[in-house]
């Protein structure tokens, strides 16, 4: 079944505790990108990547990075969590920049 | 930069009947597309229409359809025979032609539907 898989689902942490929140897909996409969701806000765009290797930032890349290593997987590491960056985030991917998005299940982060 | 706004934070509809989400964006491009998402309560993102910018029909998916005005920068869904199972937030989203476009999304509106 094509998919985005981002786990966890759910994510309780502590200030500063350096985490990962994987993100694959299935579908041989090479656009794969990261969004926060927030009451009031919408979703909006942390970073993005072209393909392997090419990555770049979207409207709130602050206090996150990203790696594209391999064509399937793009996780989003916070280093540093702060109570700001908790959030309900979303993985999603496609064939091309043009094309609708697949996004993952979200993953609902908090930081205390 | 591109913006989409969508005005209603909230709408109600009556099972059956029909509704339409109003959405609006702001664009200097001529090449772009135009899409509707649905978060239902699992929270999973769903893409109900696409609508590309160059093509002048509007675009429809069963109950669903768009009410495109490329002149006047309006893109709104309707939904017909609204259903129970249409209750959820919906995302109107932008994404430019060009080749480092992203999708920008608007605040989202909560669709209730009423029994």
């Known amino acids: 079944e094509a998919q985005v898989t981002q786990n966890p689902r759910y994510l309780i942490t502590v200030t500063g505790k350096k985490l990962t929140v994987t993100c694959s897909q299935n579908?041989?996409?090479?656009?794969m990108s990261w969004y926060r969701q927030d009451p009031g806000l919408g979703l909006r765009q942390i970073y993005y990547s072209m393909n392997v290797e090419v990555t770049d930032k979207g409207d709130v890349p602050e206090g996150y990075k990203v790696s594209r290593k391999e064509k399937r997987n793009f996780p989003l590491i916070l280093e540093s969590p702060s109570p700001n960056q908790t959030s309900l985030y979303f993985c999603?991917?496609?064939?091309?920049?043009?094309?609708?998005?697949?996004f993952g299940n979200g993953t609902r982060l908090t930081v205390t | 930069a591109q913006t989409v706004t969508q005005s209603q934070p909230e709408m109600s509809v009556q099972e059956a009947e029909t509704v339409t989400l109003s959405c609006t964006y702001d664009?200097?491009?001529?090449?772009?597309?135009l899409f509707w998402y649905k978060q239902p309560p699992s929270r999973q993102m769903i893409l109900v229409i696409r609508?590309?910018?160059?093509?002048?029909q509007n675009a429809t998916e069963n109950r669903f359809s768009v009410n495109f005005q490329k002149a006047a920068k309006s893109f709104s869904l309707k939904i017909s025979d609204s259903q129970l199972g249409d209750a959820a937030m919906y995302f109107c989203a932008y994404r430019s032609g060009g080749a480092n476009s992203k999708l920008t999304f608007g605040k989202g509106i909560t669709l209730s539907v009423r029994p």
């Open positions: 609508q590309e910018a160059y093509k002048q």
């Open positions: 999603a991917s496609s064939f091309a920049m043009i094309s609708p998005l697949h």
């Open positions: 579908m041989n996409h090479e656009y």
């Open positions: 664009t200097s491009e001529s090449d772009y597309y």
